[in-house]
């Protein structure tokens, strides 16, 4: 990793890796497949949520960072993660604000399906762009999200129907864990990056805020006319994945500019979120703008 904090780069990635597994373990113990049947009904929202996620977002980016005039290394790293979707955590705080509970893991499994050839398409465009010379091996996308994504909410959602009592059983205490490792994430990353979030130019700050309102107003917008919809496509669009966008710039040694600006996205673009989820959470308590009937409510 080109840049590094006092935290040991191994117990870092340890303690990333145990917690992305438990949160997308406990996420797929608590998926019944026969609601999906309701997305497979909704294609077109599907599609609006894709083109939100896929497309909107990696536009108003390259919009956003010509406006700002930003340093070519902070400039790219906003972009990177603009081409970046799928950020696994996503999902957990999408359904906790109240996304729909068959349509925000569809969009999720989906979104991340897809990166596998979404990813190395806009490193070419980017290469166009920008004049550069980056590359992407579509199996190491697929690698990455199969690993940290696809695996553990597949063997969750297993778990869930093959042994549904045993699930019912261990769910609580495999939530516990997995919100006690986000805590302990948390507090090693910002321990780890602080010196970088507070080195941010306020420029690009500014342009990170703005990026992540602007995702998650097109998202909701695009969500079709139900809260839960909505926010499963405002959050899925607004959080990025930044394991994908460092695995671009390890494997291209980009500069240390890049991979500082992709860390402080991703602290800064997660505080900025935390109003939109609040705000769905009220209505979702309020019951505003009731969720669509799942495919087990019907």
């Known amino acids: 990793m080109p840049v590094s904090g006092p935290i040991p780069e191994q117990l870092l990635t340890l303690v990333a890796a145990a917690t992305v597994f438990a949160v ?3 996420l797929g113990l ?3 497949l026969r609601e999906f049947r309701w997305v497979l009904q909704h294609p077109g929202l599907l599609l609006r949520g894709l083109f939100a996620v896929l497309v909107a977002v990696p536009v108003l980016a390259l919009v956003l960072v010509r406006a700002f005039d930003l340093p070519r290394g902070v400039e790219i790293g906003i972009v990177l993660m603009a081409i970046s979707p799928g950020a696994p955590v996503a999902l957990r ?3 906790g604000a109240g996304g729909h509970r068959a349509f925000a893991p569809a969009l999720q499994i989906l979104v991340a399906t897809l990166a596998v050839v979404s990813m190395p398409l806009s490193i070419a465009a980017l290469n166009h762009l920008y004049s550069g010379h980056a590359s992407l091996d579509p199996r190491e996308v697929a690698r990455q999200v199969f690993i940290a994504q696809l695996l553990p909410l597949g063997v969750g959602i297993a778990v869930r129907r093959l042994a549904p009592e045993l ?5 609580p205490w495999i939530r516990r864990l997995a919100t006690l490792l986000l805590v302990v994430l948390l507090a090693l990353v910002m321990i780890d990056i602080a010196p970088m979030i507070l ?3 306020t420029g ?3 342009a990170i805020v703005s990026l992540t309102a602007l995702a998650a107003m ?3 917008a695009l969500g079709g006319p139900h809260h839960a919809t909505r926010t499963a496509v405002g959050i899925c669009a607004a959080a990025r994945n930044p394991g994908l966008a460092l695995l671009v710039a390890t494997l291209n040694s980009a500069p240390t500019g890049v991979v500082a600006t992709v860390f402080a996205y991703l602290v800064i673009s997660a505080l900025t979120l935390v109003p939109y989820v609040a705000f769905s959470r009220r209505l979702g308590r309020d019951g505003q703008d009731a969720a669509p009937p799942s495919a087990s409510g019907t």
Request: hydrophobic share 50%.
């Open 167 to 171: 699930a019912a059983r261990c769910e």
């Open 93 to 95: 705080r999408s359904l």
């Open 204 to 206: 690009a700050a500014i």
């Open 199 to 201: 080195a941010t130019r």
């Open 218 to 220: 097109a998202g909701h």
């Open 30 to 32: 608590g998926i019944v």
């Open 24 to 26: 997308m373990f406990d």
